[in-house]
């Protein structure tokens, strides 16, 4: 019983997802039930790595959708249109659709996801977060039985190349970033990536799926590692962490009497313990921890992006699509935990509200008592301090790093302007939150 | 529509499994959709975690099989039998089963999958591997599109951190396994977990999905950490290794004319580089690595054992079966995925035929030039090494350490036979598989 599959766009991933398809062979048997009808490319005269029967080829993105013949659009073109208008437009005919295209489903997923439950049909996205590494379909099928209270995760490979290579050699992120441009892990623009908005439209997603119901993604604070300081992570380094730029989803207490859950959705340079699990995932690989009760501390790691990695990803939905049409046909009813149907409100928290560790450098004049006097200050203010150190001195300048206890935001960001008015600190020279 | 479920035990994981159906706030909604109808308990007077009203307990697991309100059976009392009988005759009443066991799945799972399949039933085993860690949904559902080259993991948490100890402290096994029997983290009968036949188990069960087909339990190569000396462990840190307990299953090559698979499965300590994702996982952790083509590496990471987390994953099998019966009533055809029959047939390999590095120890007469003769040998033997020190020497006797290439273990063999036969040589104290 062959399944007519149609694929939009035939780049990097598309071709991944082809090649797979047509050598089914040591794959799951399903994988040979798949049959490639319709395939959408720009430019028809462009060499591919996998050779496909003329036929199936074609520029119009909109006949691949209507084609009788495809029963699952798969769209792998990327960018927010046509891709969005495709993907409603396949929805609207009832066909199931898979995407790996994260931005798409981070500022259209509602819209999206609304006309998938009034149509009845499934919007599967496991490769749009975390590459190749299964998350999307653990999070919604084999966690389910848990209260999540935290996804965290390194989930843009780029900058965790930048990152692993700046604490390797000391180097720093302008060098590094150019090499990695000249690499190919990261692009000529690279905004989206070292600002953190890859990341949030991500973390976006990921919270979505975690706590039952969408997250406003404009809403989600997001800093990136482009004005990371090598001296910061030297220094993270020698206090026994790790800087990675971390995603995290918190919940904040039970959902209130409107059965609103409040959460804590950000992106940041984050110092993590070098024991920390996350802490050892390097290059540009991806890993992210779900903490659940009652599972405990769960971590899916893997490649983050690529061909391969993505392709892998994008089939296992077309497979799970394939798989439950054996179950009662095309016009069965939907399996509620792939098709992810949000079942909560959530709301983010004021950042000001939320409460963290943190590393602070100061820079300051260098003599006697400057320690003293900023571990006072602190204290008054109420914020608890774990660690205060002098780590190095230039120039009659010194750099003292402390890092903190658990502190509300706003309470630790007023400390910091009262130390900042002592006349021996010449300034707050860096500032980055601590797990 | 309330789905109504039998629990057979209840003990340690059963209590969790009933803490999670009687508390659904927070979780994903279909929690609150499951009923618990019925508890079979050997001692009704035991006071439990969770109290359940005294109308569903009984004493007789068949009654809780037979109940025409239970739907779903799960079985979490371990043991091969009353587990197995009660699983069938679940099969035959036509309800899907749901089990923890990995003792019955490894060793009756060919006889249960047949039922299964004749019957139209889910027999759905994710607590059986990996404790709560998503793995067997992953591996059956969304690595379905890739040729999986290799999976290897550290599957039992008894002997991982009997390891991390060793690791940490330099102490002797038979000292930290005392030590973890009387905090509860070895069983007083250790056999099952310190000499790998749980792990065994679960590798076999891991293949068996893996690949496509049922491995032959009893004819997995196994060894236990229970000969394990100290100073390997203190020698293998030295040289940049950790020591784990690896169950490993390794495709060899395609599949032959007859269309069997060829499996290399086996556990073993091994020696793992430091910055192998495998190297960092310590105390009763679990985690599994898969390989495949085109995902690349992807990991697994978790708590494997213990209530939380354990009947996280029994509860993920029960979500799963009701989440399907929503597409197609209990009459509904099964998913290929989530069924996941057998579609290959895999062999194992003759041990001496696969291929591996290894350590080596030797004791040697502490006499110049032994170095160059055990070097020689292996080179005249036909075994590329990678290095080879002498690492301690006392009264007269002299250690020499050998990491080699990877070699043929027929090959290997017979060097070492060869060189144990030279007089400056005193034995072979120790032999572990290096990745």
């Not at 099928?141 to 990152?163: A, D, E, F, H, M």
């Not at 798989?323 to 939907?334: H, K, W």
């Amino acid at each position: 019983m062959a399944i007519g599959v149609g694929l939009l766009g035939l780049g990097t991933v598309g071709a991944g997802v082809a090649a797979i398809l047509t050598s089914p062979e040591g794959r799951h048997p399903l994988v040979g039930a798949l049959d490639l009808k319709k395939v959408a490319v720009r430019d028809p005269g462009r060499v591919r790595p996998v050779s496909l029967p003329a036929e199936v080829i074609t520029t119009d993105p909109e006949a691949v959708v209507d084609d009788p013949a495809v029963e699952i659009v798969v769209e792998v073109m990327g960018g927010l249109e046509p891709a969005r208008s495709l993907i409603l437009r396949a929805i609207a005919a009832g066909k199931p659709v898979v995407t790996a295209n994260k931005s798409v489903i981070a500022r259209h997923g509602e819209e999206i996801a609304a006309a998938a439950a009034e149509r009845g049909v499934y919007v599967l996205i496991e490769a749009a977060v975390g590459g190749g590494i299964p998350i999307i379909e653990p999070l919604k099928q084999s966690l389910g039985g848990n209260r999540i209270q935290r996804v965290s995760g390194i989930i843009n490979g780029t900058t965790n190349y930048i990152l692993s290579r700046m604490a390797d050699e000391g180097a720093a992120y302008g060098a590094v970033l150019a090499d990695a441009q000249r690499l190919g892990y990261a692009e000529a623009d690279p905004a989206a990536d070292v600002e953190g908005h890859d990341a949030a439209d991500k973390i976006a997603i990921l919270a979505g799926l975690a706590y039952g119901g969408p997250v406003p993604r404009a809403a989600i604070p997001t800093e990136g590692i482009d004005r990371l300081e090598a001296r910061d992570v030297a220094y993270a380094a020698q206090l026994g962490f790790v800087v990675k730029l971390l995603a995290v989803a918190q919940r904040i207490g039970d959902p209130d009497d409107a059965g609103v859950q409040a959460l804590d959705v950000r992106v940041h340079p984050t110092l993590l313990p070098v024991d920390h699990p996350l802490a050892g995932v390097n290059g540009v690989n991806n890993a992210i921890l779900v903490e659940g009760d009652p599972v405990g501390r769960v971590m899916f790691y893997g490649p983050g992006a690529g061909a391969g990695p993505t392709a892998s990803a994008v089939v296992a939905d077309i497979l799970n699509i394939a798989g439950i049409r054996q179950v009662g046909g095309p016009q069965a009813g939907l399996d509620p935990l792939l098709a992810a149907s949000s079942w909560r409100r959530c709301a983010l928290v004021e950042g000001a509200l939320t409460s963290h560790r943190n590393y602070v450098r100061f820079r300051t004049h260098d003599q006697p008592g400057v320690i003293g006097q900023i571990g006072t200050a602190f204290g008054s203010a109420g914020v608890s301090i774990q660690s205060i150190v002098q780590l190095e001195c230039d120039g009659g300048a010194a750099e003292i790093v402390v890092i903190t206890h658990d502190v509300q935001e706003a309470r630790f960001r007023e400390a910091l302007a009262a130390i900042e008015a002592h006349p021996e600190v010449l300034t707050v020279a860096a500032s980055l939150r601590t797990l």
